[in-house]
C-alpha cells in the first residue's frame, strides 16, 4: 500500500484552507507552515499573472510530496525521517538531532524546523490549538505530538494520527476533509481500483519538479499543465522578484 | 502473548535508549519519550457540531474538537444531507479558536473611566463586575430616555440571521423601550434597490447549490471565489456541467480566472452593457413576449403627458377590481385581439397573451378627453435604442463586437442565471444597473424555474422563515414597539427628501452588537468625531472581540461566541435552519447575550426580565424556548419541523415547489400569485406598494423617478451626480476609483486579527494598483502608499497586480485600525443618499443605502513612517 | 615550562574567555531555541555549518605536514609536525564543536550511533570526523612522544618512532583528504541544489583544506615560534608556502572550472546563480578569491621575506577559505530549488520563514542571512578552543625546537 494524494488545480480555488486547517489541527507553531498555497507565477496571492488583457489566476498548493526517493530520508543521519509501511515518510521526533540537513535536500521547502519551544509560545499568546495525543507509529516511533520540542524538523504527515494500526484511515486526512473546493483526493496508489488511481490514469497530470528524481506521491490535476508548470526551461527569462528582505 | 512480549521488549529497548540518551548529557531530559507512558485515550475527546457565524452569512456548520475543556480543532461538520453542501467552511472558520482564545478576547464588562471621551485609545478602560457594568448602562439609557425620548437610543444587531434568538433578544428591547433600530442591511449597502423596486422585495436568489443547474451564468463585480469560498465550488461545477460563465468586473479576479469570458468593462457602466445586451435581444426578436405579457408591467400603458402609468380608475369603460387592496393600483392594457382596453388586475397575472407592446394609442378618459398613451414596451424600446454596439463600447469598454455575439447566447441558452454583487451595486446608480440586469432576464423569460433568476450574494439579510411567535415582537403588548431609523441619517443628518421619521434630538445612545462601525462603516471618522465631541452620549458595545470599535464604546459587554452558547441561525445561501451548540463554558468572565440583554432589560424598566425574557432561566434554555415558540407558531416554511430535529443536525426549510431545491418566484411564475412574494418579517402591505401592479416593474412612476429621468433601467455613469457635484475640481485631483474589496483573509473586519491570517498576509494591509499608474507615481511593489482625499487618508503596502485596471485603487478592506498605522479606509467614503431610496421608508426594504464604491481617491508613496 | 611567555598566558586567557563566552552563549540557545540565531527555514545552515566547513578543511593541515615529512622524510618539515599535528588536532575538535552548536537536539545526537542511517553522507562524516579526531590524536602522540622524559635521551626509540611515523602516515594522508571529501558530500550528493551538486566540490575541498590547512600551519609557526628559528628554518617554512601556494593555485582553478560551464549552460537556474554570486554576493565572492590569490603570490615571492609578512599571508588565506566556505551557503539557499517557469518567466514557491514578527514576511523567497549577535558569540567558541588548546599545548610541550 502507498498513499498518494492527487490535487485537482481545476477545482483548487486557492482559499488556503487545506493549509490553515492543517496548521490548526496539527499546533503549529507561528510562522511555520506545513501547507502553503499559493498563486503561481505571482508574488502575491491571488493578484493576476499576465499583461495586455491576457491574465491568468492559477494556484498551487504544497506540502510534503512523500516521495518515493526522499532526499530528506537519504540524507537523515539517525534514520529519524523514515519511510513506513505504507509510503508515508514520517519523523520520528525523539530521534531528530536537528542538523536540518533534510530541509537542505529537500526541494519542496516543506520542512519546517521549530525555532523556538512552541508550548512556551502558545503558553505567551494564549492560543490553545492542535490535536492533543501523542501518536506514535505501530507503538514505537513518535511521529506526532501536539508540541514538537524545539530544535526537531516537522512537516506534513498525511494525518498520521488519523490512521490506524492496520494502516486504514476511518477520517481521511484535514486537508482532503476540508477542503470546499473539493479539490482533493486521497487514496492508494497500489491498488489500481482507487479513485486516487483512476484520477491519475484518467486526467492529465503531473508532479512537481520530477527533473529531481524524487518521485513524488502527490500528483497535480491540470487542463492547463503543458501552458504552465511542467512548461520546458527554454526561452525563459528569470524573474528577479523583489527579495524580501527581514533585516 | 507474542505481541505483547514485543510490546515490551520495545518498550524496554526505548527505555534503555532514553536512559542511554539522559546518560550522554548529563540527565537533561528534553523529550517525552523518557517519561512515563500515560497516553490519554481517544475518547477523551468531545466533538460539538455548532454553526459558525460571522457577517459573511455563510452558515457553515462545524464540528469542534474539544479535549479537557479547550477547542482543540475545529473542521466542517459536513452533515448536510444534501451531499453537494459538505463540507462548507473556509480557512476562517476553521481557524475561529484563534479570536476565541487570542489575546485580542474580551475578558470582562468594561466602562470608560478615561479623561473626556473615549478617543481610540485602550487606557482608560476600568474591568469592573457585571453589576456595576450593567448598573451604569441601565442608568445612563434611563438618563437618555428621560432626556431625549427613547427614539434617540439606536440599536443596531447586523444580520437577524446569525443569531435569531441573541439578536432577536436586543431587538425585543428595543422594541420593549421605543428605541430606533438602525437597518444593518442598508448600513452595509448591501440591500439591492433594484429588488424592491422591480420585484418588491428585499432580495431574491438562488440557494448556492443551485449554480450548477444554470446553463448560462453571467456575473456583474461579483467575487464568489474569494468571497463565498464555502459555494465557490458550485461555480466550478456548473461549468463541468457545461455551463458557460461570463465575468464581467473592471479587474481580472479569481472569479474572472475561473471563467470563460472576462471583459474589463468601465467601473458603474453594467447597466450600460446590460442594455446593450437587451437593445439585441429585442430588435432581433429574441424576446420572449408570453413572458413579458404575462409577468411584467410592460404592457402597460404609459401617459405621455405625465410619464405615469394610466390608472383604470381614468379610463371609459373601465373599474377597479372590487376587492383590490389599498396597497394595490389597477392600469390598462391594449388587447388588440379583442380590439379593447383592459383593466390589469394587480391580483392576478393572468393577462391575455395578445396585448400591445408596441406603438401608441389614444385611451378614452372618463373626463372625456383623450390621452396619447404607449405601452411601456415601446418606451423601453425606444430607451435601448441608444444602447448600440458602439454606443456600449463607447460608455463601458464593453468590445462593441463581442455584443451581439454575446446576447444572442443569453437570449438562447436557458437557464439564465445573473449574478451581481456588491461591485455592481454598492454604487450611487447600483439600483439602474440591477434593473437592467432583472430586464435581461424578464426579455428571456428566466425567472421562476431550477438554476435561473437574478442573485445577489452581497449581504444576505434575507429572512426565510416567519412565526408569529418572533420574539422580537411583543404582539401582546401593540404599543410597545421600535422605530424604524438609518445609520444614513444618523451620519449624514436629514436629506430634503427624506420619507424617514428623525428622532428628535438625533441619535445618542448607541447599542451596538456584533459589529465594528468604527472602522468598518463609511464615515467611521465622522462616527468616532461623533463620540470625541459628546455627541454620542454613550455607545454600549456587545461583542467579544477588542475591536476598535470596543475603543469608542462607554461600556462594553463581552459576549460570547458561537462555540460558547446556545442558538439558531439561517442564511440565504443555502437552504438549512441550524444549531449553535456550546462546546465550551463561556470564557473568563463573558456572558451569554440573552443574559445580558435581560439583566439591561430589567435596570431599564425592573420587572421586564421576568415579563418578557423567561427571568432567570438559563439562557441556552432560554434560546431552545425560542425555538421551540417559533417553531411551532411557524409559518408554511417552518411547518412540521421541531426543535428536536433542529437538535440532531441541521433541517431544511420547506418550499413550495416540487423537487429538492427551492425555486425563486415559483409561486408568481406557475401560480400565478402576483408579485411581491413577502419578505420576512415585513408585513405584505408595506412592500407591496413598491410594486402596485402586482407585476415585475420595470417602468417606475414615482414622481422622484419621473424627475430624475429613471422611470426605466437607464445607465447613468458614476461620479457625475455625486462626487463632481460635491467638488468639481474632484474631475482633476481625484481620478481614482477607490473599491473595498473583501478578502479571503477576512469576514469585514472579523478575523482582522486572527494570528494565522495575518501571517498569510505578510502581516500588511495591502492596496491593489495598476502596474502602469503606479510607475507613473514612482511606486514599486511593497512600497508603503498614502491613499487620499479631501475626506480622509488611508496606508498601505503596494501590490501591483496586472490585472488591476488603470485607474482604480483596490483595498482589502476589514483591517482594524491599529494594522493600518491609525488611519482607517472608510474615511475616505462619502455617504451619498440618493432620492430615489428615499421615496419610500421601510427599513431593510426601501431605505437609503451606502454606496462604497461611489469614491474617488489619488494616491502617492508615502513618507517613511 | 620555561617557556611560558606573557604571550601564551594572554592567548590562553582570550580563548578560555571566548570558550566561556561561547558556551554561554550556546546554553542561551538551546533554552531560548534557534531564533536566537539568524537562521529560518529557507536557510538553514549558517555560521556553525560554515565554521564546521573550515575548521575541517584547517584540521587536514597537521596531517598533511605529518604524512609529508615522513613519508618523503622531509627533514625541514619535521621540526613543525608536533605543532601541526596539535593544530590539526584543535581544529578537528573545533570542527565537532561546530556542528554540534548547529543541531536542534545535540542530546539526541547518540542516536546517530544507536539507529545509523547508513546512507545519510551526514552519519559518514560523523564516522569520518571521528576517526580522525583518532588519527590526530595518534599523530600527537606519536610526536609528542620522542619528547617524555623516559625516551627524550633513548636514540634507538627515537629511530624506531620515525618509522612508525613514516608507517602511521600512510593513514594520515588519506584520512586528510578523504575528512574533506566525505564532509564536502554533504553538499556534493544534493541534486536539489545546484550550486553543490557538483562532482569538482570533494576535489575542490581537498585544494582548499591543503591551502587553509597549510597556511593555519605556518601561522602556528609564525605565531609560536622564536625569531632565529624561523630564519634558519626558512626552508621548511618556504616549502609549506609553496605547497599552500600550490593549493590555492588549484582552488581558484577549480573556482573558475565549476563557475564556467555554469555560466555556459545560460539557464535561467544558472544565470539566477551568478545573479546572486556576482551581484548580491559579489563583493564577499571576489575577497574568496582575491585574498587566497594575494596570499599566494606573496607565498611564492616572498617565502622568505620574514615571519610577518608569511603570517599575513595565511591569515589572507584563513580569512578567504572562511569566506568560500559561507559562499557555499549563500547562494545555495538562495536559490529555492522549488522554482517553476510560469508564463515566460521563473517563479519560485515561497517558504515559511518559522517564526512570526508583526509586519514581517512569514513567506519568503530570498533570506538575506547575516549572523545574529548570540550567533556570533556561539561562533567563536570553536576558534576559542584552537587559541585555548594551542595555548596550552604552547605551554605543556615544546611544540618548536628552540634551536636544531
Same mark, same amino acid.
Given at each position: 500500500?502507498?498513499y ?126 492542535g ?7 505501530k ?8 508540541n ?53 490514469r ?46 | ?46 466533538y ?19 479535549y479537557?475543556?479547550?477547542i ?6 459536513s ?27 474580551m ?59 441573541c ?24 440591500? #439591492? ?5 422591480? &420585484?418588491?422585495?428585499q ?30 465550488h ?37 447597466a ?22 404575462t ?37 390598462v ?5 379583442a ?6 388586475d ?37 430607451m435601448l ?16 463586437s ?9 437570449a ?49 439579510y434575507?429572512l ?10 411583543v ?15 444618523m ?12 428622532p ?12 465594528? #462601525? ?61 444549531m ?9 468572565d ?32 432560554v ?33 413550495a ?16 400569485v402576483? &408579485? ?40 447613468k ?49 495591502k ?24 475626506r480622509?487618508? !488611508?496606508?498601505?503596502?503596494?501590490? !501591483? ?26 474615511? !475616505? ?29 489619488d ?7 | ?20 563566552? @561561547? ?9 531560548a ?17 560554515g ?34 599535528a ?21 542530546f ?6 544507536? =539507529? ?31 619528547? =617524555? ?6 636514540? @634507538?626509540y627515537?629511530m ?42 570533494p ?9 587553509? @590547512?597549510?597556511s ?26 609553496r ?36 551581484? =548580491? ?37 584563513i ?19 522549488? =522554482? ?7 517563479w ?35 576558534? @576559542? ?19 636544531e
Open positions: 500500500m502507498r498518494c494524494m492527487v490535487i485537482d488545480l481545476d477545482k483548487c480555488i486557492g482559499c488556503q484552507t487545506c493549509a490553515v486547517i492543517c496548521k490548526m489541527h496539527h499546533a503549529q507553531p507561528q510562522g511555520t507552515w506545513w501547507n502553503r498555497v499559493f498563486t503561481q507565477g505571482s508574488d502575491y496571492h491571488q493578484s493576476a499573472v499576465g499583461s495586455d488583457g491576457a491574465y491568468k489566476i492559477e494556484y498551487l498548493p504544497v506540502s510534503c510530496q512523500m516521495c518515493d526517493n526522499a532526499p530528506c530520508e537519504r540524507v537523515c543521519p539517525t534514520g529519524a525521517t523514515y519511510k513506513n509501511e505504507e509510503g508515508m515518510i514520517l519523523v520520528d521526533y525523539n530521534r531528530c538531532i536537528g542538523c536540518r540537513t533534510c530541509m537542505a535536500a529537500c526541494p519542496y521547502g516543506v520542512r519546517q524546523f521549530n525555532w523556538k519551544d512552541p508550548a512556551k509560545e502558545k503558553e505567551e499568546t494564549g492560543y490553545a490549538y490535536y492533543p495525543f501523542d501518536v506514535k507509529e507503538g514505537k516511533r513518535l511521529v506526532y505530538t501536539q514538537r520540542p524545539a530544535g526537531v524538523v516537522e512537516k506534513c504527515t498525511f494525518c498520521v494520527e488519523c490512521m490506524n494500526e492496520d494502516g486504514t484511515y476511518d477520517t481521511l486526512p484535514a486537508c482532503i476533509r476540508a477542503c470546499p473546493g473539493k479539490a482533493r483526493f486521497f487514496g492508494d496508489l497500489d491498488d489500481p481500483d482507487s479513485h486516487v488511481s483512476h484520477l491519475i484518467t486526467k492529465q497530470v503531473f508532479r512537481l519538479r520530477e527533473d529531481y528524481g524524487t518521485e513524488p506521491k502527490v500528483y497535480y490535476i491540470s487542463s492547463n499543465k503543458s501552458k504552465n508548470v511542467d512548461a520546458g526551461w527554454a526561452d525563459q527569462s528569470w524573474e528577479n522578484t523583489t527579495p524580501n528582505v527581514i533585516p | 502473548m507474542d505481541e505483547k512480549l514485543k510490546l515490551t521488549r520495545r518498550k524496554f529497548l526505548q527505555a534503555t535508549a532514553a536512559a542511554g540518551a539522559v546518560a550522554a548529557v548529563g540527565g537533561i531530559e528534553l523529550t517525552a519519550q523518557a517519561a512515563p507512558d500515560v497516553q490519554p485515550q481517544k475518547g477523551e475527546l468531545k460539538v457540531r455548532t454553526t459558525c457565524a460571522p457577517n459573511c452569512t455563510g452558515g457553515c456548520g462545524q464540528q469542534a474538537c474539544v479537557k475543556g479547550e482543540k480543532d475545529i473542521i466542517q461538520a452533515d448536510y444531507p444534501d451531499e453537494e453542501h459538505n463540507p462548507r467552511g473556509c480557512l476562517k472558520g476553521i481557524s475561529f479558536s484563534n479570536l476565541i482564545y487570542g489575546p485580542h478576547r475578558k470582562g464588562p468594561q466602562i470608560w473611566r478615561g479623561e473626556g471621551n473615549p478617543s481610540g485609545i485602550p487606557e482608560g478602560y476600568e474591568d469592573v463586575s457585571w453589576d456595576e457594568a450593567l448598573d451604569y448602562t441601565g442608568s445612563e439609557l434611563r438618563r437618555i430616555i428621560d432626556t431625549y425620548g427613547p427614539e434617540s437610543v439606536a440599536v443596531v444587531v447586523q444580520v437577524a440571521g446569525t443569531g435569531h434568538v439578536k432577536g433578544a436586543l431587538i425585543r428591547l428595543a422594541t420593549l423601550n421605543h428605541f430606533s433600530v438602525l437597518g444593518g442591511y442598508e448600513m452595509n449597502g448591501d440591500l #439591492p434597490m433594484s429588488a424592491p423596486i422591480t &420585484f418588491g422585495v432580495s431574491e436568489e438562488l440557494d448556492t447549490y443551485c449554480w450548477p443547474d444554470a446553463k448560462y451564468i453571467l456575473i456583474f463585480g461579483s467575487n464568489p471565489l474569494q468571497t463565498r469560498i464555502p459555494d465557490a458550485f461555480l466550478i461545477e456548473a461549468k463541468e456541467n457545461g455551463s458557460k460563465v461570463i465575468c464581467f468586473d473592471p479587474c481580472f479576479t479569481a472569479t474572472a480566472s475561473k471563467a470563460d469570458e472576462w471583459y474589463s468593462i468601465r467601473p458603474s457602466c453594467d450600460a452593457v446590460a442594455n446593450g445586451f437587451s437593445r439585441v435581444i429585442v430588435e432581433e426578436g429574441l424576446y420572449d413576449a408570453d413572458f413579458v405579457r409577468y411584467t408591467d410592460l404592457p402597460i400603458l404609459i401617459r405621455d403627458d405625465t410619464h405615469k402609468r394610466l390608472l383604470a380608475r381614468d379610463v371609459e369603460g373601465l373599474e377597479v377590481p372590487a376587492d383590490m387592496p389599498e396597497y394595490r393600483e389597477a392600469y392594457v391594449y388587447d388588440e385581439r380590439g379593447q382596453y383592459l383593466t390589469v394587480p391580483e392576478h397575472l393572468d393577462l391575455p397573451l395578445t396585448t400591445r407592446l408596441e406603438g401608441t394609442v389614444d385611451v378614452p378618459l372618463k373626463n372625456g378627453r383623450r390621452v396619447r398613451c404607449r405601452p411601456a414596451f415601446a418606451l423601453m424600446r425606444e435604442s441608444e444602447y448600440t454596439p458602439e454606443a456600449v463600447e463607447e460608455m463601458s469598454d464593453m468590445p462593441a463581442e455584443i451581439e455575439r454575446l446576447a444572442r447566447e443569453i438562447m441558452v436557458k437557464p439564465l442565471h445573473i449574478m451581481y454583487g456588491a461591485s455592481n451595486y454598492q454604487w450611487y446608480h447600483g439600483d439602474l444597473k440591477g434593473r437592467a440586469m432583472a430586464l435581461l432576464c424578464a426579455l428571456t423569460g428566466n425567472y421562476g424555474h431550477l438554476g435561473d433568476g437574478m442573485s445577489t450574494y452581497a449581504g444576505q434575507k426565510k422563515y416567519s412565526s408569529t411567535g418572533q420574539w422580537w415582537s404582539p401582546e403588548e401593540p404599543d410597545r414597539k421600535s422605530a424604524g431609523f438609518s445609520f444614513c441619517y451620519l449624514n443628518g436629514k436629506t430634503e427628501t427624506m420619507t424617514c421619521p428623525y428628535e434630538h438625533g441619535i445618542k445612545a448607541w447599542l451596538i452588537y456584533c459589529c465594528n #462601525p468604527f472602522d468598518q462603516h463609511n464615515m467611521s471618522n465622522i462616527l468616532r468625531e461623533q463620540v470625541e465631541s459628546g455627541q454620542l452620549e454613550l455607545v454600549v458595545n456587545f461583542d467579544f472581540q477588542n475591536t476598535t470599535t470596543s475603543r469608542y464604546a462607554h461600556v462594553n459587554l463581552p459576549g460570547v461566541s458561537w462555540y460558547e452558547k446556545k442558538e439558531m441561525v439561517s442564511t440565504p445561501c443555502h437552504p438549512y435552519i441550524q449553535m451548540n456550546p462546546a465550551i463554558e463561556p470564557l473568563y463573558c456572558r451569554h447575550e440573552v443574559w445580558i440583554i435581560r439583566e439591561l432589560a430589567d435596570r431599564i424598566n425592573p420587572g421586564d426580565k421576568a415579563k418578557y425574557y423567561y427571568g432567570d432561566m438559563d439562557p441556552d434554555d434560546v431552545e424556548e425560542v425555538i421551540k415558540l417559533t417553531f411551532e407558531k411557524g409559518n408554511f416554511e417552518l411547518e412540521g419541523l421541531t426543535l428536536e430535529d433542529l437538535k440532531k443536525g441541521p433541517v431544511k426549510f420547506r418550499h415547489n416540487p423537487g429538492r431545491k427551492r425555486i425563486a418566484f415559483w409561486e408568481q411564475i406557475h401560480e400565478k402576483p &408579485f411581491p412574494p413577502q419578505s420576512y418579517p415585513t408585513p405584505l402591505a408595506a412592500t407591496a406598494q413598491f410594486v402596485k401592479s402586482g407585476r415585475m416593474e420595470f417602468y417606475k412612476d414615482e414622481d422622484t423617478f419621473i424627475r430624475l429621468g429613471e422611470c426605466l433601467p437607464v445607465h455613469p458614476p461620479f457625475e451626480e455625486t462626487e463632481y457635484v460635491l467638488n468639481p475640481a474632484a474631475r482633476e485631483l481625484y481620478k481614482f476609483n477607490y473599491v473595498t474589496r473583501n478578502s479571503i483573509h477576512r469576514v469585514h473586519s472579523t478575523h482582522s486579527n486572527n494570528a494565522m491570517m495575518r501571517e498569510l498576509q505578510d502581516d500588511s494591509p492596496v491593489y494598483l495598476n502596474p502602469g499608474d503606479a510607475a507613473e507615481k514612482g511606486i514599486a511593489a511593497g512600497d508603503m502608499v498614502e491613499v487620499f482625499n479631501d480622509g487618508k !488611508l496606508l498601505a503596502e503596494a501590490v !501591483l497586480d496586472p490585472g488591476i485596471r488603470s485607474m482604480m485603487c483596490i483595498f482589502e478592506e476589514g483591517w482594524w485600525s491599529r494594522y493600518t498605522h491609525g488611519t482607517s479606509y472608510n474615511t !475616505l467614503l462619502k455617504m451619498w443618499i440618493n432620492p430615489i431610496h428615499e421615496i419610500y421608508f421601510v427599513s431593510q426594504m426601501w431605505a437609503p443605502n451606502t454606496s462604497w464604491n461611489e469614491c474617488l481617491v494616491y502617492r508613496k508615502a513618507g517613511d513612517l | 615550562m620555561k617557556n611560558l611567555s606573557g604571550r601564551k598566558l594572554a592567548a590562553l586567557v582570550i580563548g578560555a574567555a571566548m570558550c566561556a563566552a @561561547g558556551l554561554a552563549a550556546w546554553a542561551y540557545q538551546l533554552v531555541g534557534m531564533q536566537v540565531t539568524a537562521m529560518r527555514n529557507s536557510f538553514t545552515w549558517g555560521l556553525y555549518m565554521s564546521f566547513e573550515f575548521f575541517i578543511a584547517m584540521a587536514s593541515g597537521g596531517m598533511l605536514v605529518f604524512s609529508i615529512a615522513y613519508l618523503w622524510n622531509v627533514e625541514q618539515l619535521k621540526p613543525f609536525v608536533k605543532i601541526a596539535i593544530g590539526s588536532l584543535a581544529s578537528v575538535v573545533a570542527s565537532g564543536v561546530a556542528i554540534f552548536e548547529d543541531l536542534g537536539m545535540p539526541h545526537a547518540l542516536y546517530m550511533l544507536l =539507529t545509523p542511517n547508513v546512507g545519510s553522507p551526514l552519519f559518514w562524516d560523523v564516522i569520518i570526523l571521528t576517526l580522525y579526531v583518532i588519527v590526530c590524536v595518534a599523530a600527537v602522540v606519536l610526536s609528542l612522544l620522542p619528547d =617524555t622524559k623516559k625516551h627524550r635521551h633513548d636514540r @634507538g627515537r624506531n618512532n620515525e618509522e612508525n611515523c613514516r608507517k602511521f602516515s600512510y593513514i594520515a594522508l588519506p584520512a586528510a583528504f578523504l575528512v574533506n571529501i566525505v564532509t564536502s558530500f554533504m553538499f556534493a550528493t544534493q541534486n536539489t541544489r545546484e550550486w553543490w551538486h557538483s562532482a569538482l566540490i576535489v575542490n575541498a581537498c585544494a582548499e583544506a591543503a591551502a587553509v @590547512g597549510l593555519f600551519t605556518i601561522l602556528l609557526c609564525a605565531l609560536m615560534a622564536k625569531h632565529d628559528l624561523f630564519v634558519e628554518n626558512s626552508d621548511g617554512i618556504r616549502l609549506l608556502a605547497l599552500a601556494a600550490a593549493a590555492i593555485a588549484a582552488y581558484i582553478a577549480m573556482s573558475f572550472i565549476e563557475i564556467i560551464p555554469l555560466a555556459w549552460s545560460n539557464t535561467p537556474e544558472s544565470r539566477h546563480l551568478l545573479h546572486l554570486l556576482f551581484h =548580491t554576493y559579489g563583493p564577499l565572492f571576489w575577497l574568496e578569491i582575491l585574498l587566497p590569490l594575494i596570499a599566494m603570490i606573496l607565498f611564492l615571492v616572498g617565502g622568505g621575506l620574514g615571519k610577518e609578512l608569511v603570517a599575513a599571508a595565511s591569515v589572507l588565506v580569512i578567504g577559505i572562511f569566506i568560500q566556505r559561507m559562499m557555499l551557503l549563500l547562494p545555495a539557499f538562495n536559490t529555492i530549488p522549488l =522554482t517553476l517557469p510560469v508564463a515566460g518567466k521563473l519560485t514557491f515561497p517558504i515559511a520563514v518559522g517564526t512570526f514578527t508583526e509586519g514581517q514576511d512569514v513567506f519568503v523567497r530570498f533570506w538575506n542571512y547575516a549572523p545574529t549577535l548570540p550567533e556570533w558569540v556561539v561562533g567563536i567558541l570553536p576558534p @576559542g578552543l584552537i587559541i585555548f588548546v594551542m595555548a596550552g599545548a604552547g605551554m605543556l610541550f615544546q611544540l618548536l625546537p628552540d634551536r
